[in-house]
């Protein structure tokens, strides 16, 4: 793995050198583990002309959660505890000779912004931008073999809880069951906070689990995902709980499972990113919902949750092969309900198979 992680470096350093920087500092603690391996907490990372510094608070610990650091990186650790590694880096970027420093203005606070001209006043800083999420976007085999592995572990998770007993239990019970579940097969954690929702809080994005307890007849959502090795999927499913569903229950499922199915159905390499959250929002829109739809279809996961690209309806940008992303429309109606259904899916050409798809818990509607 070291080399892949020296081949990143690279590609960041000839797009600095490009618009005339020399070094580079990212702060972005998952921009950090994604150039150097590992992102020990407070970490900085300086690509100098003549050598990398992994600049740290503190020796790195091993955590896996943390990741493990390339060894061809040289650790910088800091004399003190409360010593700043953004101000530190500056200080290295300019005995090592540095006129100008991109940095990751974006993560940097204006304290520390003016802590470092304060050590370097002569160093020129420039703005880095988002060139290091750019970078991240489409992954490699590697990165995709630890989303799928993260997928697996979230299907595991989320089938096991199907099997019990769901009547009577808190929202709020079944979310920290969910997220136990995910540790015992293997995750570092939770790659979110996992919502539960239940009666009228189901359909909603990302609900807060609460203390509402599963009623027979119920629609239940369930969102949640997996970290492993620093990578984090997704997967949304709705369920109706102990009885057949009403008619309006199917009724709702079917329309949000045809509009998902239309934006997985898009995830072709070339695809605007408008146009496949248009695919999926046509459906719902045209059938009364469009005032109540979150702002985006999905999303692009990885080292984060959300990171780019996103799909909605003012996003520029088209899909390329290797680009993992979330579909996930849903419909809410207050005081009743609704439907959330969310894949992570790889985007493949039609070559290859069209999109993977890496989360496989049925989307069938199942009376729990």
Request: proline fraction near 6%.
């Amino acid at each position: 793995m070291s080399e892949v992680y020296t081949v990143r470096r690279a590609l960041l350093r000839d797009r600095c050198a490009a618009v005339g920087s020399a070094a580079a500092m990212v702060s972005r603690p998952a921009n950090v583990r994604y150039l150097a391996g590992g992102a020990p907490l407070g970490a900085v990372l300086l690509l100098g002309p003549d050598e990398d510094v992994l600049v740290c608070p503190r020796a790195p610990t091993g955590d896996p959660v943390q990741g493990r650091t390339d060894d061809e990186l040289r650790l910088a650790l800091l004399p003190a505890t409360d010593g700043d590694p953004v101000v530190a880096a500056a200080d290295l970027a300019t005995s090592s000779g540095a006129e100008s420093l991109a940095v990751e203005e974006h993560d940097l606070t204006v304290a520390r912004h003016r802590a470092m001209h304060a050590v370097a006043p002569r160093l020129r800083l420039a703005d880095l931008g988002a060139t290091v999420e750019q970078l991240r976007v489409v992954k490699d085999e590697e990165e995709i073999a630890c989303l799928r592995i993260a997928a697996e572990i979230t299907d595991q998770a989320l089938g096991e809880l199907l099997e019990s007993i769901l009547v009577g239990r808190t929202e709020r019970h079944l979310a920290l069951e969910l997220e136990r579940r995910l540790v015992d097969h293997g995750a570092d954690g939770p790659a979110f906070s996992t919502s539960v929702a239940t009666g009228p809080n189901s359909g909603q994005g990302r609900h807060r689990p609460s203390d509402r307890r599963v009623e027979e007849g119920d629609f239940l959502s369930v969102c949640l995902g997996a970290n492993y090795r620093g990578y984090r999927c997704e997967i949304g499913r709705t369920f109706v709980i102990g009885t057949a569903p009403a008619a309006w229950q199917i009724d709702l499922y079917d329309l949000v499972f045809a509009a998902q199915r239309a934006g997985r159905e898009a995830l072709v390499p070339g695809a605007a990113y408008r146009d496949v959250d248009r695919a999926a929002r046509h459906l719902l829109d045209s059938a009364g919902h469009g005032d109540g739809l979150a702002p985006w279809t999905g999303h692009g996961v990885g080292l984060e949750i959300d990171e780019d690209p996103q799909l909605a309806p003012a996003a520029m940008g088209k899909l390329d092969a290797c680009v993992p992303v979330t579909v996930e429309p849903g419909v809410h109606l207050p005081g009743r309900g609704g439907v959330r259904i969310d894949d992570t899916l790889v985007v493949r050409p039609e070559a290859d198979g069209g999109p993977e798809l890496l989360t496989i818990t049925t989307k069938e509607l199942l009376a729990l």
